[in-house]
Every structure is written in C-alpha cells, then in structure tokens.
C-alpha cells in the first residue's frame, strides 16, 4: 500500500503522516531524506527527531532509499521535497537525470514485499512563482514527480489548513 501525503508548507501533512503510520502499526520506520545544509537546519532535524517517541525507528537517508528493506513494514519517508534537492544538486540541476534517478530509487522500494509507504511531499508549484531559473526548475522537478508518485499510489491525501482532503481512494486507482 502506497499513501501519497501532499500539500503546502505548514499545511499539516508530517503530523498527519505520522498519525497514519501509528493507526497501522506500533512501531513504524521514519525515513529522514534531509541532507545537514547548514546549523539551523539541523535544528530543524533534531526538534523533528523529538517528536518521535521511542515507537519509531528512525533512519537518515538522503538519497538511496533502496539500500533499506521495508520488506513487511509500515515506513514513512519524509520528504520528496529535500530528497528530490539532493538527487538536484549532485547532478548539477540537470532535471531529467535527477527524475529518472528517484523514480528508480521509488520504484525500487515500491517492489519490497508486503511494505506500507507514507510519503511526504510539497506542492511547490501551486505558491509564489519561483524567482531564479534554478528555482522554476526544480519546481517543474517537483511537479512531475509527484505526479509520478500519485499515479503509484494506492491513495491520495491533500492537506489544506490542517485538513485532510481524500482526492485519490485506494479503490480507484490508475496507472
């Protein structure tokens, strides 16, 4: 089962996963994609980390997801958002190869057996225009893989205001 988890900043979708994950089982794996940029940002990883309680298992993976075995587990990894700058990044801001590199490291995760995936992403593209080329780059970036993500997912769940609105049911899925 694969949950797509979308939406603004702030729009409620960490905490909304988070609770996801613990209705489906006692002890879920929360993947960190974020890369340590700077102090302020690690910060923001160690207050993260404290909203946890001894329930999770919590893993760092910046970018290979596929190393881990999710076989038969309920794993949230957040996010798309900070994963997706990384792959970005390192191939210079060449969008093509950093889209063809995460879906393959999706797909690799999407094969484990039995696995439960709770995704984190931003709808980026739905703000402020982004001011530098770079910018409207990764959020052209951004769009077309959670448009992959969704097309993969068994349910679709837009956060608006702290409100979980359902726009994709695990019945009615596409390819």
Same mark, same amino acid.
């Given at each position: 089962?694969?949950?797509?988890?979308?939406?603004?900043? #702030?729009? @409620?979708?960490?905490?909304?996963?988070?609770? &996801?994950?613990?209705? &489906?089982?006692?002890?879920?794996?929360?993947?960190?994609?974020?890369?340590?940029?700077?102090?302020? =940002?690690?910060?923001?990883?160690? #207050?993260?980390?404290?909203? #946890?309680?001894? #329930?999770?298992?919590?893993?760092? *993976?910046?970018?290979?997801?596929?190393?881990?075995? =999710?076989?038969?587990?309920?794993? +949230?990894?957040?996010?798309?958002? &900070?994963?997706?700058?990384?792959? =970005?990044?390192?191939?210079?801001?060449?969008?093509?190869?950093?889209? *063809?590199?995460?879906?393959?490291? =999706? +797909?690799?995760?999407?094969?484990?057996?039995?696995?439960?995936?709770?995704?984190?992403?931003?709808?980026? @593209?739905? !703000?402020?225009?982004?001011?530098?080329?770079? !910018?409207?780059?990764?959020?052209? +970036?951004? @769009?077309?893989?959670?448009?992959? +993500?969704?097309?993969?997912?068994? *349910?679709?769940? &837009?956060?608006?205001? !702290?409100?979980?609105?359902?726009?994709?049911?695990?019945?009615?899925?596409? @390819?």
């Amino acid at each position: 089962m694969i949950y797509l988890i979308t939406g603004g900043e #702030r729009s @409620g979708k960490s905490s909304y996963a988070q609770n &996801l994950a613990l209705q &489906l089982t006692d002890s879920p794996i929360y993947v960190a994609t974020a890369r340590k940029w700077d102090a302020d =940002f690690q910060n923001r990883i160690d #207050r993260h980390q404290q909203e #946890r309680d001894e #329930r999770w298992t919590n893993i760092e *993976e910046e970018k290979y997801l596929s190393k881990i075995d =999710f076989t038969q587990k309920v794993v +949230l990894i957040d996010c798309v958002t &900070l994963w997706l700058t990384n792959f =970005f990044t390192d191939h210079q801001y060449d969008v093509n190869l950093s889209l *063809e590199e995460a879906k393959k490291e =999706f +797909l690799s995760i999407a094969n484990q057996k039995n696995a439960t995936l709770i995704i984190v992403t931003n709808e980026i @593209g739905m !703000g402020v225009h982004a001011e530098t080329h770079i !910018g409207r780059k990764f959020t052209e +970036l951004q @769009g077309w893989m959670n448009q992959f +993500l969704a097309s993969n997912a068994d *349910e679709v769940v &837009l956060m608006v205001s !702290g409100i979980p609105v359902k726009i994709k049911e695990s019945n009615s899925k596409t @390819g």
